[in-house]
């Protein structure tokens, strides 16, 4: 069972909390825009980039428990979101402290052996999760918004395994307009009269 877009944006903006992750669909992703850029300009050990990172992801912790709120609490995809994202989420934060851990000299965990494995997987799942923020937000109705979320999550390992500032830029503004077109509709929609 699916929950209608307009249900889904009446309920958008009722109680603090619910504004709080409301908000999330257009900090996160002008967070991490401006991770990425910064890292474009200063390089990939930059620190005021490692810290903006660190907040991006954590700012994206929001957005997942945001779009997980609009599914049924009956859904799977719901648990999977939740699930994956948060483990996504200690995964990006993880490469965030290891970009500010560089900046200091020292070397980055993903070249170390032994214990320094764990970032790997955990980063991986926070490519995962948003793939199932994007079929949830197509349950939701919010096709064409999955469906961008979808393709630039796709992208998003080529470009931050890779460090491809050309890739990653791009990602972010698709990021940007997706989730922030979902803010936009849920302001209107509770701005409109009964």
Known sequence: MTTTALH????????????????SLAVAPLVYLAADTTYAARG???????????????????????VAGWLPPESRLKAAIVLTGL??????????????????????????SGAANLIKPLGLFFPLSFAL????????????QGAVVLAAILAWPIAHI??????????????VVAFGSLLWSANRQSARPE
């Open 133 to 144: 923020v994007a079929v949830g937000l197509a349950r939701l109705g919010h096709r064409w």
């Open 87 to 112: 483990i996504g989420m200690a995964g990006n934060v993880a490469y965030g402290f290891d970009t500010i851990h560089m900046s200091l000299g020292d070397t980055a965990l993903v070249d170390q």
């Open 8 to 23: 889904t944006a009446e309920r958008a903006a009722t109680t603090p909390t619910e504004r709080l992750l409301t908000a």
């Open 162 to 175: 890779g460090n491809i500032a050309e890739v990653a830029i791009p990602v972010n503004v698709a990021l």
């Open 44 to 66: 990939w050990d930059d620190a005021t980039a490692g810290v903006l990172h660190v907040l991006g992801a954590m700012a994206y912790g929001f957005v997942v428990l945001r």
